[in-house]
């Protein structure tokens, strides 16, 4: 098993900046894929990023592509969302999570965090 905690959400204004951090303790060495989502009241959670687990690579969802960048520090087993220019729309909770499988960045997600909470004000 992993379990996963998230820190640093918060209030920002429009414009403003945030970074989430996920510790991972247990075991880790069988993720493949460690994503961030989010999930806005009445709706559904979508995926907004995932790194690979070499780090190598990384993926964005478009609406915060060249807004938000994904990281790993492996020696810390913590990955970190910085997230630039955040809009209203940004607002909701965010999860951290993670893969065994390498087939799809995007979905079927075997662990979670708590989540974390991001509002950003207009």
């Known amino acids: 098993q992993v379990q996963l905690v998230e820190s640093g959400g918060g209030l920002v204004q429009t414009g403003g900046s945030l970074r989430l951090s996920c510790a991972a303790s247990?075991?880790?060495?069988?993720?493949?894929?460690k994503g961030w989502f989010r999930q806005a009241p009445g709706q559904e959670r979508i995926f907004v990023s995932a790194?690979?687990?070499?780090?190598?690579?990384?993926y964005y969802a478009d609406s915060v592509q060249g807004r938000f960048t994904i990281t790993a520090d492996s020696a810390k087993n913590t990955m970190y969302l910085q997230m630039n220019n955040l809009k209203p729309e940004d607002t909701a909770v965010y999860y951290c999570?993670?893969?065994?499988?390498?087939?799809?960045?995007?979905?079927?997600?075997?662990?979670w965090g708590q989540g974390t909470q991001v509002s950003v004000s207009s």
């Open positions: 790194i690979n687990w070499s780090g190598g690579t990384t």
């Open positions: 999570a993670g893969k065994r499988s390498s087939r799809g960045y995007s979905t079927n997600y075997d662990y």
């Open positions: 247990g075991r880790t060495s069988s993720v493949y894929f």
